[in-house]
C-alpha cells in the first residue's frame, strides 16, 4: 500500500528570520515572510517561478552560511548570487538546516510515475524545505531561456507513450528534438547539474528512447537491452552522491549504460544501478529506476537511506562554490 509521507522543516535555531520573500509561479508566497521559529522554517508550498527573489537569514551576527572553514564577516547571506558573508560560498542560505539549500533553483521535466498515490514525493519533500520549491516544467520545449534559470533538473516520466496504474495517469511527453538537445547538452556543460529517472513503463526498451536523446550529446545513457534492473542496492562505491547510503530499493529499471563512473550496483545480480559524470563544469546523475520518488518508498525507510540520497544528490548537483550547506548528521 503506498502511503503519503508528511514532512516539515527543522528548527533553524534562536534568533533566526527569514526577512525576504520567493513569489511563487501561481502568485501565491512561497512563505519566505514567516520567522523559522522553533516549530519549523520556510514551507514552500509554492513552486517558484525560476527567480531566487531576495532571501535574507537574521542570524544575530553569526554566519548565515555554516559550512567551510572560513567564519566569514557576520553579515546576512541572500539569495542575489554574491557571497554575502565572505565565507568562499555563495548563497548558502539553509533557514531550516534541513540539508537543501533554500537559494537553489530547481526544475523537473516530465511527470510522477503513475505508481504513487498520485502526489509527487520529491516535490512535496522539497517544497517543505525550500523556499523555492520545485518548478513544473512538464512538457515544455527545452530552450536556452527556458533552462536559465534553474541550477538543478530532476528527469521524471518522459516516455512518448501515456503509462496509467490504478486510475492514475502520466502524460506521454513530446519527443525531444536535435535542438533540445543541443541546448541542453549547452546548459549542462556550463554548469547545469541533471538527474534523470526511469522505469515508469513496463515497456523499458522503448522507454529510454526519448530520455537518451537528451543525454547523448553528453555520452549518457539508459540500456537498451539490459532491463529488469530490481531489488536492493547495496554495492556503493566512494563518491560524494553515495556518501552514507547502504541501500536503496529498486523495481523494474534498467541499467545506465553511459561513460559516467558507475558507483552503485544491484546486490541481485551486480548490474550497475547509478552512474555520475563531471560534463564540462555540469554534472550529470544517472539513476536506474523511479521508486524513490514515490510515497511507499518514503514511508518506511528503516533500511533504505532515500532522503540522504537525494540530498547528497542535490548537493553534488549544485555548482561548487554555490548552495553547499551541511547536510545535517540526523539524516540517515
Avoid at 525576504?20 to 522553533?38: F, I
Wanted: charged share 15%.
Amino acid at each position: 500500500m503506498l502511503v503519503c509521507l508528511a514532512v516539515g522543516c527543522s528548527d533553524s535555531g534562536p534568533g533566526s528570520e527569514v526577512e525576504g520573500s520567493a513569489a511563487g509561479n501561481g502568485g501565491g508566497a512561497a512563505n519566505g515572510s514567516g520567522a523559522a521559529n522553533g516549530s519549523g522554517a520556510a514551507n514552500g508550498s509554492g513552486a517558484a517561478n525560476g527567480s531566487a527573489g531576495s532571501l535574507s537569514i537574521n542570524i544575530g551576527g553569526t554566519d548565515a552560511g555554516g559550512s567551510g572553514s572560513n567564519p566569514g564577516n557576520g553579515m546576512k547571506e541572500l539569495c542575489d548570487g554574491i557571497d554575502n558573508d565572505a565565507n568562499g560560498n555563495i548563497d548558502d542560505v539553509d533557514a531550516g538546516g534541513d540539508g537543501v539549500c533554500d537559494c537553489l533553483n530547481i526544475a523537473t521535466i516530465g511527470q510522477i510515475g503513475p505508481h504513487s498515490n498520485g502526489g509527487n514525493i520529491f516535490t512535496t519533500w522539497l517544497n517543505a524545505r525550500s523556499p523555492l520549491g520545485a518548478v513544473a516544467l512538464d512538457d515544455k520545449v527545452l530552450t536556452a531561456e527556458v533552462l536559465l534559470p534553474f541550477q538543478v533538473v530532476v528527469v521524471l516520466h518522459v516516455a512518448t507513450t501515456e503509462v496509467g496504474s490504478g486510475g492514475r495517469k502520466a502524460a506521454a511527453h513530446h519527443a525531444f528534438s536535435e535542438a533540445e538537445a543541443s541546448v541542453f547538452d549547452t546548459w549542462v556543460r556550463g554548469g547545469g547539474g541533471v538527474m534523470t529517472t526511469i522505469g515508469y513503463t513496463s515497456d523499458e526498451a522503448a522507454e529510454v528512447v526519448n530520455v537518451n536523446k537528451l543525454l547523448g550529446k553528453l555520452s549518457m545513457s539508459y540500456s537498451t537491452t539490459k532491463l529488469g534492473l530490481s531489488g536492493d542496492v547495496k554495492a556503493w562505491s566512494p563518491h560524494p552522491v553515495t556518501e552514507g547510503v547502504t541501500n536503496i530499493f529498486t523495481d523494474n529499471g534498467v541499467e545506465p549504460a553511459g561513460t559516467g563512473s558507475a558507483v552503485a550496483h544491484s546486490e541481485a545480480n551486480s548490474t550497475v544501478a547509478l552512474q555520475v559524470l563531471q560534463a564540462g563544469e555540469g554534472r550529470v546523475v544517472v539513476w536506474g529506476d523511479e521508486w524513490i520518488t514515490y510515497d511507499s518508498e518514503w514511508a518506511d525507510v528503516k533500511d533504505q537511506q532515500v532522503e540522504l540520497f537525494w540530498l547528497n544528490i542535490l548537493k553534488w548537483l549544485s555548482p561548487p562554490g554555490e548552495c553547499q550547506v551541511p547536510i545535517p548528521t540526523r539524516v540517515k
